[in-house]
């Protein structure tokens, strides 16, 4: 058996690429084969397309950068098509001849079952963002409307949703943390990297429309001073280079890149209107926060949407989706799997016996991670545990690809 480290991505661009349209200014993506040293923005837009200038050791060339992708989900592995925000009194769902008691944050299914029992209420977000309450005493099917491989898998997920092999981990590079894959709102970010035990210091650059911003720290953050501004709609890639010789772009190349956007100001008028009405329902500062992170999901602000996750597990809040919901931003959306482990782990902890989709989900997920890792032994332990699972679930598009993994 061997259990070499993962070290290809399957692209599959021709039959997967679905271009972003609509106003929303997705994050760019950065397509590379070799260490590039500095990268200018060109202004030109063709066709969906944008054109870079991009600066390599001995050369300048022209390479084209897509939107990013999305792709189809397999249809063996059902879709959620919403998630409880709130819970009050004795809920249960029946799903596939089981019952679960679902906890803040569970995910909710089409054919799931919703007993509600007298005094007990529960109030829903479903995937298009629309809220549902189901008053005491009733016994539904979930209502929500279907969700679309869009909303589950939305531009710049890592890897989503077709499976395979994900690139070898490097954690000896100042790899970038935040921002990365990710729209924000803020003109001065935070930005963090990974810390190199030999470095003594850091040259950050912030590169993008209309600016090249260059400064030398010895820590491994830094906030951005907001001058020059980041524009409104620009894309912006930060890069950081340890004394060492080490640097960011020593990462692998990723589909939808390592590259950020700030939003443009009509859609952050936008999500600022929808989460004051957020701020006004009557609900729980739980089942807020947990509307909000989506929000900011479905508007590509992942790294925002972990902070607001995050601050429930500060306050308290101990629930297996809510970590499996960070994990999957950090795995999908920003591509941090070092990050995403732990929070997979403690959502394993915390699954509730008969919720077999939040543990087996993440049990699969940390099988990945270890192989990428580098540790073909507790890699093959999660993904052993993960194919009883979705063998129990008779997911058979994971079956297969565990099954892959394992013989390889």
């Not at 189809?72 to 001849?97: F, W």
Request: net charge negative; with cysteine.
């Amino acid at each position: 058996m061997n259990w070499s480290i993962a070290t290809s991505i399957s692209f599959l661009l021709s039959s997967l690429l679905l271009l972003f349209g609509g106003n929303y200014s997705g994050v760019g993506a950065v397509y590379r084969d070799e260490p590039v040293n500095r990268t200018n923005w060109v202004d030109s837009v063709r066709g969906g397309s944008k054109e870079k200038l991009v600066r390599h050791q001995d050369n300048e060339q022209f390479v084209t950068t897509y939107p990013i992708l999305s792709a189809l989900r397999p249809t063996s592995q059902p879709l959620a098509n919403g998630q409880i925000l709130q819970i009050t009194g004795d809920v249960q769902i029946q799903r596939t001849g089981r019952r679960i008691e679902p906890e803040i944050g569970t995910d909710i299914y089409p054919n799931d079952q919703l007993l509600i029992a007298k005094e007990a209420q529960i109030i829903m977000q479903c995937a298009d963002l629309s809220i549902q309450t189901i008053s005491p005493g009733n016994n539904l099917r979930n209502r929500c409307p279907a969700a679309t491989e869009q909303s589950e898998c939305s531009p710049g997920t890592y890897k989503c949703p077709h499976r395979g092999d994900i690139a070898a981990w490097n954690n000896h590079i100042p790899y970038i943390i935040s921002p990365r894959r990710t729209a924000i709102i803020t003109d001065k970010p935070l930005l963090r990297w990974n810390s190199i035990p030999q470095a003594q210091h850091y040259t950050v650059t912030l590169e993008g429309e209309g600016i090249e911003w260059t400064t030398q720290v010895s820590d491994t953050q830094i906030l951005y001073p907001g001058e020059p501004p980041l524009q409104p709609g620009g894309d912006y890639l930060l890069i950081i280079e340890a004394d060492t010789g080490e640097s960011s772009l020593d990462e692998p190349p990723l589909p939808g890149g390592l590259n950020f956007s700030r939003l443009d100001a009509q859609q952050a008028q936008q999500i600022r209107t929808q989460a004051a009405q957020i701020s006004q329902q009557p609900w729980n500062p739980t089942a807020k926060a947990l509307a909000l992170a989506t929000l900011y999901s479905k508007h590509q602000l992942h790294t925002q949407a972990i902070a607001t996750l995050d601050s429930l597990i500060a306050d308290g809040v101990e629930s297996a989706a809510i970590y499996r919901k960070i994990g999957d931003r950090y795995f999908y959306h920003l591509a941090l799997l070092p990050q995403a482990k732990p929070y997979y782990k403690k959502a394993i902890e915390l699954a509730q016996p008969n919720d077999i989709e939040e543990k087996t989900h993440a049990q699969y997920h940390l099988g990945r991670i270890e192989t990428a890792l580098g540790n073909p032994n507790q890699a093959k332990h999660w993904f052993t545990l993960a194919l009883q699972g979705y063998q129990t679930l008779g997911y058979s598009q994971q079956i297969q690809d565990i099954e892959h993994q394992l013989n390889r």
